[in-house]
């Protein structure tokens, strides 16, 4: 409203005291005006804030979200509007238009503000927790990534996460193929019938549930969330090790506007590659409704020879994708969004070695290429009901990865294998929830997931393979869970919660030999029928404010994953189930980014049942078994300093500890016997391999630093350089998958200048051209050829990006 005469805008008429303006309050001001968010804001605060110019009133402000004082509040809307703001007496503002300094610049160069901060002040909100709770009010190790920071030096996929963490570690088998590993939480190196032991979620739905990471661009994201540790009792089946969350910026209806990024990259003894992106906001309706589309490109450039048939550079990747979202205001606090991804790979062939040939070369006689394909559509209703906030999200997803292998037996005929993995999923997931400010609410939720896989397999000479035994393993999901924290004491927040799921598991095996016996058939009848399971998930935590800045957390936690069934020889079998139960104890201090030095340590013990891992059988093909129990000690220290003005460095270093104690795989030690003729030294040989988790490096560190300078004339500068270094680690599980990997460094360094919206970035990447060995596998063939897969060669990409 406005007063007539004066020319003011008086939102509230409640005067607030001194101690209301220094409280800290969560804030959820929508999308808008200035108009709208501070009549919100004086609402919320009770505070009395005059706006007395008519165009700075209607100027357009993004969301502004969560928890901090009413003047904090007030200096991001001024910020954001090119205001300013006046303290007028207790409880009341006034916010005013900037007024933009007249100095004389040289060269010709128009004033332009400051850069806004690295990090926006205000608590960082963990939107992975369902209840959207602040960091400071979360019992547990989680770290948050922001979109920007991923897209600098161009979009890439789940590497360059990976990258920024010691925690997470991959198969590198290759984009659209690689299985994530979070905690030292690993089963197994290759794309079959068992569950993902990472959740990847894209907002509340889960991207896949048993195939492998579908390493979608991280373009146009707001964050990229991760929470360490299983998350079994929110998320249920699958996050035994942690959880990956992106989290997209959502459409925007108060403005339009995008952005554009092309970039071309030179390989060091390898093939070039170029990548593009564009990204388009487009009101439709005026404050109601808009669209935000995302496309995105690359052509990756290969570096592996085959001399067998004459090529070079064999294994480029082409990668397109992208997204659409509609977004409703549909009023009262309510909306409605739906939200389609897509995304393609081809990979021309693998990007695997000979370990004893010459550098980068690979003595296959057949192309081993493979394709990835990936969409999914969500809808998404969320809202208020009064103070308790209701979100619900449905969604419907079509995964399909083929993959061929070299199978050509040493001397032998040209043979190949060739597996399809198709998944298909429906899931919803609705929730009710409340928080106060102090720390403590409640969650009530239920979810449905119903998936179905099919694995196919053909072997034989090229362009005439065959089928041979496929399996289809279905689950079906339906679950009831709960949380709730409550603040015991002014520095103790405790928090209980359980996760009740009911499953069914069925399954069927697919181009049997047609030479099996009415016995087999029986087994087989037996081992595929429908079956029901119900599994409880109970957490814990408690939360201690030791001094304003430095908290001491203790959590327990549950995870699990469900048995299906496998193929081992000619035949279909069932595994069963496995679980894992995790107590911790987190000291952190400071805010990352926003305060001059940060901190966080973790120690965690994890106990994990009925393992389900991959070995080699007999003919050669993995297979999924329960190779036992086992233990696992992580500990992970984050460190952060802002040593000068724009200047920051970081530091992170994870430990693994990893035992399978009680292994109980007589599948494993059978094949070891066969193939070394000695059961005795058959079976210390595999107790050897099986006393470290595979996929795992013991030590992992990594070193970054970060530099922000504003330049004359408007221009601004950053540099990004990181050091990784992954220890050594083993394959797998039994006499074939022992093989050492792992023992490398990596690096990467991008420099950005950029003045106003246009900038030009140049990164490289494996600054010191390490060759390495990231994963020992590239087919689980013995064909009579150890493996490596080698770090992409020194890598120059230059880019330049503009946004509108």
């Known amino acids: 409203m406005r007063l007539s005469g004066a020319g003011f805008a008086v939102l509230t008429a409640a005067i607030a005291a001194c101690a209301t303006a220094a409280e800290r309050l969560p804030l959820d001001l929508p999308g808008g005006t200035v108009a709208t968010q501070v009549m919100a804001l004086g609402q919320r605060a009770h505070a009395n804030i005059v706006v007395p110019d008519a165009r700075l009133w209607s100027r357009a402000l993004p969301a502004l979200r969560g928890r901090m004082s009413v003047e904090r509040a007030l200096a991001l809307i001024a910020e954001r509007s090119d205001a300013r703001v006046e303290a007028l007496g207790p409880g009341s503002w006034r916010l005013l238009p900037r007024a933009r300094p007249r100095i004389a610049i040289p060269h010709r160069h128009r004033y332009a503000p400051p850069p806004p901060p690295e990090v926006p002040d205000g608590d960082v909100v963990v939107t992975a927790s369902k209840r959207d709770t602040t960091r400071d009010h979360f019992a547990g190790q989680v770290v948050q990534v922001a979109g920007a920071d991923l897209e600098l030096g161009g979009a890439g996929g789940t590497g360059k996460l990976a990258d920024r963490m010691t925690v997470i570690a991959s198969t590198y088998l290759g984009p659209g193929r690689n299985k994530l590993f979070i905690r030292g939480i690993a089963d197994s190196s290759f794309t079959g019938p068992t569950q993902a032991t990472v959740g990847q979620y894209f907002g509340d739905l889960r991207l896949s549930y048993n195939a492998p990471d579908p390493d979608l661009r991280l373009a146009d994201l707001a964050a990229v969330e991760v929470l360490e540790g299983p998350q079994g009792t929110l998320y249920g089946a699958g996050s035994l090790g942690g959880l990956i969350r992106l989290v997209p910026n959502a459409p925007d209806a108060t403005r339009a506007g995008g952005s554009v990024m092309l970039g071309g990259s030179a390989t060091a003894r390898g093939a070039p590659g170029v990548d593009a992106q564009a990204v388009l906001n487009m009101p439709v309706v005026a404050d109601r409704l808009a669209i935000r589309i995302v496309a995105d490109t690359a052509s990756e450039g290969g570096y592996i020879d085959k001399p ?54 690979r003595a296959a006689p057949v192309a081993e290429g493979f394709s990835a394909d990936f969409g999914q559509a969500q809808l998404v209703l969320s809202g208020r009901l009064g103070r308790v906030r209701f979100r619900s999200s449905s969604g419907i997803t079509a995964h399909d990865l083929m993959e061929r292998y070299d199978a050509t037996p040493p001397g032998g005929p040209v043979q190949l294998f060739a597996q399809a993995n198709a998944t298909r999923m429906q899931a919803n997931e609705t929730r009710l929830w409340q928080s106060s400010p102090d720390g403590s609410g409640w969650l009530a939720g239920f979810s449905y997931v119903h998936n179905r896989t099919r694995l196919t397999r053909l072997f034989g000479e090229p362009g005439a393979l065959v089928a041979r035994t496929g399996v289809v393993n279905g689950v079906e999901e339906a679950t009831l869970y709960g949380e709730a924290s409550v603040r015991l004491l002014p520095g103790l927040l405790t928090t209980g919660g359980l996760r009740v799921t009911h499953s069914v598991l069925d399954g069927a095996g697919e181009d049997l030999p047609s030479a099996l016996s009415v016995q087999a058939l029986a087994r087989l009848q037996d081992v595929t029928a429908r079956r029901a399971q119900t599994i409880l998930l109970p957490a814990a935590s408690a939360l201690i404010d030791l001094t304003p800045r430095a908290q001491l957390f203790l959590r327990y936690q549950q995870g699990f994953r469900p048995g299906g069934l496998t193929i081992e020889g000619p035949v279909v079998r069932r595994f069963r189930n496995d679980r894992v139960a995790t107590i911790e104890a987190g000291l952190r201090t400071g805010r990352p980014g926003r305060d001059r030095f940060d901190g966080a340590i973790t120690l965690a013990h994890t106990s994990w049942r009925d393992i389900q891992a991959d070995f080699i059988d007999s003919g050669g093909l993995p297979s999924t078994a329960n190779i036992g129990d086992g233990k696992l000690w992580t500990i992970e220290a984050l460190v952060g300093a802002r040593l000068a003005e724009g200047l920051r460095v970081e530091g992170a270093l994870s430990y693994n500890d990893s035992r399978i104690d009680e292994p109980s795989s007589t599948r494993v030690f059978a094949l070891a016997e066969d193939l070394a003729g000695d059961p005795a030294a058959a079976r210390a040989a595999v107790l050897a391999r099986l006393s470290q988790i595979p996929n795992i490096a013991r030590v992992t560190t990594r070193a970054g630093l970060v530099y922000r300078r504003m330049l004359a004339g408007g221009r601004d500068l950053r540099v990004d350089g990181w050091l990784r270094y992954v220890g050594a680690s083993r394959l797998g599980v039994g006499p074939i998958l022992g093989e050492r990997q792992g023992d490398y460094l990596d690096s990467g360094l991008t420099a950005r200048l950029g003045r106003g919206a246009i900038g030009i970035t140049a990164s490289v990447t494996n600054l010191a051209d390490v060759r390495g060995n990231r994963f020992a596998l590239g087919t689980p063939f013995a064909t009579g050829r150890d493996q490596v897969t080698p770090l992409r060669p020194r890598t120059l990409r230059i880019g330049l990006d503009a946004a509108f």
């Open 308 to 361: 067998l048939l004459g090529r070079t550079d064999v294994n480029r990747t082409r990668i397109e994708g992208g997204r659409a979202a509609a977004r409703l205001d549909l009023g009262g606090g309510w909306s409605v969004e739906a939200i389609g991804i897509g995304q393609r790979i081809r990979g021309a062939d693998s990007q695997y070695a000979d370990r004893d040939g010459p550098p980068l070369t």
